[in-house]
C-alpha cells in the first residue's frame, strides 16, 4: 500500500530496484520513497525517454499495477501536491470557523507544506525535471492555478462588502506564488534551514496587506 507514513517494514532509503522482481502488489512503501525513485530514474534516463514500464520495473510492480496506483506518468511527481491540496483544504474550513482569514489560510499553508532536510534534494530535482520538461511545466502550471482558485472560492464567503471582487483570486494566487518563493529559498540555502520558518515568514509579509479587506484584525508585532 503507497502511504504516506515511514514505511515500518523496510529501513527509511531502501531502494526498490531490488524489489523489481515481485510483481504485482507494489511493495509497501512512501510517497516520498516512490518519488525519489521515480524522479532518479527521470533524472539519469530524461524524463520523455522514461516510460511507464521502465518504472514499474523500477518499483517492483506491473505496468497493469502502476495504473492502478498512479493515473499516468507525470503522477509520480505530483502525488504528494495531491495530498497536500487536500490537507490545505480541510484545515482551511476548519480554521475559518475559527480566526481571521489570513491567519486560518497561513495555518492551512503551514501544515500542508512540510519539507525536512530528507526532502530537499527531492525537492530540488523535481524543480530541475519540471524546468525542462514542458509537460510537466504545463501540469505543474495548472497544478498551481487549481490550488489558488480553491483557495479564493473558501475564503470569498469572507470578503468585506464594497471590496473589489478579485481579492480572493489574488490572495489565493499571492499564496502559491510564495510557497513556490519559500520552497526555491530553500533548496538552495544552507543545511539546517527550516523551511517551515521560510514558509510562515514569507506568508507573513504578503498577508499583511490583505488583511483589511476581510476586516481581519492586525496580528501581533513579531519579535
Do not use: C
Not at 475559518?96 to 497561513?106: D, F, H, I, K, T
Amino acid at each position: 500500500m503507497v502511504t504516506d507514513e515511514p514505511d515500518r517494514a523496510a529501513p527509511r532509503g531502501a531502494g526498490l530496484d531490488d524489489r523489481a522482481t515481485r510483481r504485482g502488489r507494489p511493495p509497501a512503501t512512501t510517497t516520498r520513497e516512490i518519488q525519489s525513485v521515480a524522479i532518479g530514474f527521470f533524472r539519469d534516463h530524461g524524463y520523455a525517454d522514461t516510460n511507464v514500464e521502465d518504472i514499474a520495473a523500477a518499483l517492483g510492480i506491473s505496468r497493469a499495477t502502476f495504473f492502478r496506483y498512479f493515473p499516468s506518468k507525470s503522477s509520480l511527481i505530483w502525488r504528494d501536491f495531491e495530498e497536500n491540496h487536500r490537507v490545505l483544504l480541510t484545515v482551511l474550513r476548519q480554521e475559518l470557523g475559527r480566526q481571521p482569514v489570513l491567519s486560518a489560510l497561513g495555518e492551512a499553508v503551514l501544515a500542508s507544506i512540510v519539507y525536512d532536510e530528507q526532502d530537499r534534494e527531492r525537492i530540488r530535482a523535481r524543480y530541475e525535471l519540471i524546468r525542462d520538461a514542458p509537460e510537466l511545466s504545463y501540469e505543474g502550471s495548472a497544478t498551481s492555478t487549481k490550488w489558488a482558485h480553491s483557495i479564493a472560492d473558501a475564503i470569498r464567503p469572507r470578503l468585506a462588502p464594497g471590496r473589489n471582487p478579485a481579492i480572493p483570486e489574488a490572495v489565493g494566487f499571492a499564496t502559491i506564488g510564495v510557497a513556490g518563493a519559500a520552497s526555491r529559498f530553500w533548496i538552495a540555502s544552507p543545511p539546517g534551514t527550516s523551511f517551515t520558518e521560510l514558509l510562515r515568514m514569507s506568508f507573513h509579509a504578503v498577508a499583511v496587506p490583505y488583511r483589511a479587506a476581510f476586516l481581519d484584525p492586525e496580528p501581533p508585532v513579531e519579535r
